[in-house]
């Protein structure tokens, strides 16, 4: 399993936890960092039995974005920033979105940049009380990128997706709960442990019929209501020929728990 030293993954009973490690400068990223996790995503995609996933930060904060101390101007010319996010941060998000299992973040502590972006992609958000999501990019000179003028003014509408994105002021996970950005606040105490068990309980899912949830709710960011009535058709048979399928049908009429095996066919 890949083990980076600025990506930790462990691995759990269904599901493995990615870890930014670079806590001393608030899990910024750096390219050796992006190549990291790519490799941590890669490595939890190919193995079966990894059937969600929780992302978390070391430290205070979850993640700052940007490693910005090798953006310090210099004598060269400038950086073509375009080219970092063709590179890096694009290609983490669209990947975050489309794995086909959940993938929970658990906000510990301050998430700015685009690291606030990353942890708004993925499927359940749970921060803690004293989290903050910091759009920072505009006290920089920056447009919000990994998505976030596509996500933001969709999770929260368009005068407070502006607001966010022009004063790049913190705010609060409680705020963030009442705004519809977040799923939930939780005390900071209890945070691993609800997003360990949330984990857990996507581990013992029916892992298809989730992913296919995913992709008809990702879809329908761009469908219309023909068009998406249309998936659902599709989805559902794809759903309905699981094994999960049968064995939820079953598990609810012999009034037992379900004993998903995750698997199709
Ligand atoms: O460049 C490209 O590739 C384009 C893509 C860009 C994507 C982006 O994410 S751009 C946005 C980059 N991120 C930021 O602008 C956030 C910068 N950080 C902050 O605004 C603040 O640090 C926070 C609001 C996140 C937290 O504030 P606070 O007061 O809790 O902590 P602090 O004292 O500012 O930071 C603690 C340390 O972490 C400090 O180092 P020191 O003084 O202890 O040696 C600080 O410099 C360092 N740090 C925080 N964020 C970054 C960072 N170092 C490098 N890069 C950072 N992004």
Redesign the pocket.
Known sequence: MVDHPSILVASRPGYRVITFNRP???N??TEEMHLGLRAALDDAQADPACRALLLTGAG??FC??????D?VAGSGPP?D?GQ??EN??NPLVRRLRALPFPVVAAVNG?A????ANIALHCDIVLAARSAKF?Q??A??G?VP??GGTWLLPRLVGAARARGLALLAE?LSAETAQEWGLIWKAVDDDRLMAEAEAMCLQFAKGPTIGLGLIKRALEAAEQNGFDRQLDLERDLQREAGFTSDYAEGVRAFMEKRAPDFSGRGG
């Not at 700052?64 to 101390?69: H, V």
């Not at 700015?112 to 690291?115: D, F, I, N």
Request: hydrophobic letters at 45%; aromatic letters at 12%; charged letters at 20%.
């Open positions: 001393q400068r608030l910024a990223f205070r904060a700052a974005g940007q490693d910005l101390s953006r950086r920033l970092s996010l890096f941060y301050t700015a940049g685009a690291g910091v920072a990019f006290k920089i920056l990128d990994s913190p």
